[in-house]
T-cell receptor, first 112, second 116 residues
Framework: TQLLEQSPQFLSIQEGENLTVYCNSSSVFSSLQWYRQEPGEGPVLLVTVVTGGEVKKLKRLTFQFGDARKDSSLHITAAQPGDTGLYLCAGPPGYNFNKFYFGSGTKLNVKP | GAVVSQHPSRVICKSGTSVKIECRSLDFQATTMFWYRQFPKKSLMLMATSNEGSKATYEQGVEKDKFLINHASLTLSTLTVTSAHPEDSSFYIC????????????FGSGTRLTVV
């Protein structure tokens, strides 16, 4: 079983559409991070959320950390083909920094 | 910024042989490093946490004798896949914890292992 479950698993949309990716856990995380990964490469950090209820914006991307720090969401506005990739949430469970788990992943494909 | 170098980027080995993957922190000391395995189109699965000077902590279901991890210095951790089989073929990624960076964690670029 995955400590961090993401939904949807796959998403194929047209350019210009909006989308939301969810990351859920039954465990509390001291922080959660969102990454994007291209095939054959390491993951690239998009954002870190630390405070429950926190909202961060990165251009067309909006990230939210749940009040209870058990879930997070990533919303993309007006998706572009360049947004295509594997999106991963990740973090250390509780305050155990000797662990760092990734979510199950969401593969996004934005068609022109 | 903190950089982690992973080597080799690609390796092909014969069944039954062993292969070593290196993960180096280039400009910082990493007391904790992580090793992940990634199957095609899947997420990264934590295999083990490597702590300098002590034994690695393996996740449930990961064979310690198959995947040997050594963290002998503050800048180097190695993963050795012993007696490799085709089912060990995968993408392996290391990461180092560096609290002073924005993310706190820095990733290598990965190693594509193919066992033939």
């Amino acid at each position: 079983t995955q400590l961090l479950e993401q939904s949807p698993q796959f998403l194929s949309i047209q350019e210009g559409e909006n989308l939301t990716v969810y990351c859920n856990s039954s465990s509390v995380f001291s922080s959660l991070q969102w990454y994007r990964q291209e095939p054959g490469e390491g993951p690239v950090l998009l954002v870190t959320v630390v405070t429950g209820g926190e909202v961060k914006k990165l251009k067309r991307l909006t990230f939210q950390f749940g009040d209870a720090r058990k879930d997070s969401s990533l919303h993309i506005t007006a998706a572009q083909p360049g947004d295509t990739g594997l999106y991963l949430c990740a973090g250390p469970p509780g305050y155990n920094f000797n662990k760092f788990y990734f979510g199950s992943g969401t593969k996004l494909n934005v068609k022109p | 910024g903190a950089v982690v170098s992973q080597h080799p980027s690609r390796v092909i080995c014969k069944s039954g042989t062993s292969v070593k993957i290196e993960c180096r922190s280039l400009d910082f000391q990493a007391t904790t490093m992580f090793w992940y395995r990634q199957f095609p189109k899947k997420s990264l699965m934590l295999m083990a946490t490597s702590n300098e000077g002590s034994k690695a902590t393996y996740e449930q279901g990961v064979e310690k004798d198959k995947f040997l991890i050594n963290h002998a210095s503050l800048t180097l951790s190695t993963l050795t896949v012993t007696s490799a089989h085709p089912e060990d073929s995968s993408f392996y990624i290391c990461s180092a914890r560096e609290p002073r960076t924005r993310s706190g964690y820095t990733f290598g670029s990965g190693t594509r292992l193919t066992v033939v």
